[in-house]
């Protein structure tokens, strides 16, 4: 692996090395141990000194995107959450279950006209204006998730901002508004980073993320909450069992 780097650029080298072991991370080039060399073996491909592979090192440890062990090396720290698909849940759920400390910054929380793009029965079950939420979840201050939320206005109204960073959609309709929970219809796919996200979880725009798109209904079958969450693709995962008998 050749890790040369510009030792002219008006990038500091602590830097470049940083940035390219973030790639390098992200792209999962450490296989399963997550070892990515001892700061003596690092100096040594990059070719510098060790104060600034410290310095490098220093900054993916800030991020929560490494781990040093003395005498051991440095570790990309594990922090892909699992969802075994039993059940409707979110990032929120996900991670809290994950014993992970865990953060939740609400970009947006505004009362807007419904988008004119989503269908009729979206539209329908929304209103002529509902609650619209841009949020980001951090997991061990890496940006794992985003979601952008759609709540229909007669029940967004009830909601404060305060209220969505503490607590999960779902949990404020049952403690809130004391209201009884129904189904939900969630459809996952292999997608792009769409600007808003890339910029939401700082990658590049066409980045490979997974997308859920959610919608979720009430015990009478009225819908509470339209949900596109957008996941970086290498933190989330699914681990699901499954039958394999054709009985």
Known sequence: MDRKIEKDSRVPMYEQIAARLKNEILEKKFG???????????????????????????LLVDEGLLDVVQGKGTFVKNTVLQDDLTRLTGASNIISESHLSAKVDVAAFEIIDTPSSFGPELKEGLGKQCLHIQRVHLLEKVRTAYA?????GKYGANFTKADVESRTIYQLYE???????????????????????????????GWPVLSIRRRAYNAQGELVE?????????????????????R
């Open 226 to 246: 339209y949900m596109i969450m957008t996941y970086e693709y290498t933190q989330y995962s699914f681990d699901v069992e499954l039958n394999l008998s054709s």
């Open 148 to 152: 952008e939320i759609y709540i229909p």
């Open 175 to 205: 403690e809130k508004l004391h209201m009884q929970l129904g189904r939900g219809k969630q459809t996952i796919r292999a997608d792009r980073a769409s600007p808003q996200a890339a910029k939401a979880l700082q990658i590049p725009e």
């Open 32 to 58: 399963s141990s997550g070892n990515i060399g001892t700061h003596t073996q690092l100096a040594e491909e990059f070719g510098v000194s060790l104060i600034t592979v410290r310095k490098a090192v220093q």
